[in-house]
């Protein structure tokens, strides 16, 4: 079964940058969608960006033109650029895909946009 550990999260102001990084335990060549979640507080996890092995590339209407997602299939990575944060980006980020019908998801990485 794939795993995934995220990183990159931290306290930043709003409208700073952050970049999210995923590892990913084989070949993501392999995996056809990888997709970035979060959890806000309070709330349940909301889709943010997906990413297939076509290079296509999907966006959750609130972090479009903000946020991009990429892979480096190389370092079996998966990335998440957040430019332009706002305090309601501040959640718990985490990687995901599904698996055999089963959702596979990270650990998370925490992200606190405030000033």
């Known amino acids: 079964q794939v795993q995934f550990v995220e990183s990159g999260g931290g306290l930043v102001q709003p409208g700073g940058s952050l970049r999210l990084s995923c590892v990913v335990s084989?070949?993501?060549?392999?995996?056809?969608?990888i997709n970035w979640f979060r959890r806000s507080p309070g709330e349940q996890r909301a889709w943010v960006a997906s990413?297939?092995?076509?290079?296509?590339?999907k966006y959750a209407d609130s972090v479009m033109g903000r946020f991009t997602i990429s892979r480096d299939n190389t370092e079996n990575m998966v990335y998440l650029q957040m430019n332009n944060l706002k305090p309601e980006d501040t959640a718990v980020y985490y990687c995901?895909?599904?698996?055999?019908?089963?959702?596979?998801w990270g650990q998370g990485t925490q992200v606190t946009v405030s000033s």
């Open positions: 995901h895909t599904t698996e055999f019908g089963w959702s596979i």
């Open positions: 990413s297939t092995n076509r290079n296509t590339s």
């Open positions: 084989r070949s993501i060549a392999t995996i056809y969608t």
